[in-house]
């Protein structure tokens, strides 16, 4: 029997199922009330310039050091925002909030962990369709996200066109198309910060 002629209700308690973490992590989540720095998160695959973006941004105010209880390194660095001080976290290469390797659970956990104010997700310009899916996972966790579509350069160099205002609007979430490597979209990132911090 095909699934379009069957009426069983097993795909919806796969669906369940598969999403019943996020309630776990979104209770045990802690919310930021301490005077603290805001905490800006940079999540995204491996080769997507998210080093890069942390480097740009922080310049050298930078530690480095082994996320508790693992051998996966977790960078931290300060940053000006407009004129409010920053925490910028770069987080493990991640393709999931499920994850499979020890590099994903440590980005998972510290996103769920520490009080994350904002989550900056850069994505490779040139693989939009495929990264997208880690950005709609964020969203349905309730993190406040910017999505920021790097390497723009390379892609239209491809034939690649992207268009941020329609992908923001159809997203409802803040979109920058950026080349980190060239420095361009940075300002528009950090004023785009500037409004949530």
Not at 55 to 67: K, M, P, R
Not at 86 to 109: C, N, Q
Not at 173 to 178: K, L, R
Request: hydrophobic share 45%.
């Amino acid at each position: 029997m095909s699934c379009d002629s069957c009426h069983q209700s097993c795909h919806t308690r796969t669906l369940k199922s598969r999403w019943h973490w996020l309630s776990v992590f979104q209770k045990n989540r802690v919310t930021s009330t301490s005077t603290t720095h805001p905490k800006i998160a940079l999540v995204g695959s491996p080769n997507v310039g998210k080093s890069l973006l942390f480097n740009i941004l922080t310049g050298a105010y930078v530690t480095v050091s082994n996320y508790p209880g693992t051998t996966v390194e977790v960078s931290r660095g300060k940053a000006e925002i407009g004129v409010q001080p920053v925490t910028i976290i770069d987080t493990p290469g991640m393709y999931s909030l499920l994850p499979i390797t020890e590099e994903e659970k440590v980005a998972r956990d510290l996103l769920f962990s520490e009080d994350i104010d904002l989550v900056i997700h850069v994505v490779d310009a040139k693989n939009l369709g495929r990264m997208l899916a880690l950005t709609f996972q964020l969203i349905e966790s309730k993190l406040p996200v910017i999505l920021a579509v790097n390497m723009i350069d390379e892609a239209e160099k491809l034939g690649i066109q992207v268009d941020g205002a329609k992908l923001e609007s159809s997203l409802g979430i803040p979109v920058i198309t950026m080349a980190a490597a060239l420095k361009v979209g940075i300002a528009d990132l950090k004023a785009r910060v500037a409004a949530y911090v």
